[in-house]
């Protein structure tokens, strides 16, 4: 029987977007998750930042607060703001080990092995991307639909031909 750590450890290597698409289709469908999103000042860390060190802080988190087989204040160790991080946990049930037992089927009083912390930031990084992919002023990205961008530039394209 392969296991899960198994399964991710070949995807491991430097693929941070391995999450399988029926997770972001499960949680497009969560109301409560669905109405998670960056504030402007939010953005602006991770616009200073950049993703690569909000995901070095994301991996800090995970270690410390979800990892550990008991982990310290278990359902509540997730503030609701206060870093890009915490909102994106809050945004794909990665928060605390009852929600990702329930969404991410990773049982509950085990720490997580390292692929699993892994899988638990490549989901945050595409989360992150996601959401930074929308204007502040934006639409709701609920399902995340593909931006238009593509058909703007056929339309500049026109114009200057
Ligand atoms: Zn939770």
């Known amino acids: 029987m392969v296991s899960q750590g198994d399964l991710f450890k070949q995807d491991d290597k430097k693929d941070l977007s391995f999450v399988p698409s029926d997770v972001w289709e499960r949680l497009s ?7 998670f999103h960056l504030n402007s000042s939010d953005r602006q860390y ?3 930042k950049g993703l690569p060190v909000i995901l070095e802080h994301g991996a800090d988190f995970i270690a410390k607060r979800l990892a550990p087989a008991q982990p310290v204040r278990d359902g509540r160790q997730t503030p609701w703001k206060g870093h890009p991080v915490f909102v994106a946990q809050h945004a794909t049930a990665t928060c605390c080990r009852s929600c990702l037992e329930k969404w991410h089927h990773f049982p509950k009083g085990q720490s997580l092995t390292s692929a699993q912390q892994t899988y638990v930031l490549s989901v945050l990084a595409g989360w992150l991307e996601k959401e930074m992919s929308f204007s502040e002023t934006g639409e709701c990205n609920a399902g995340f639909e593909p931006s238009s961008e593509k058909e703007d530039i056929k339309k ?6």
């Open 156 to 161: 500049k394209d026109v114009k200057k031909a």
């Open 46 to 48: 991770l616009q200073e």
């Open 29 to 35: 469908h969560s109301k409560f998750r669905r109405k």
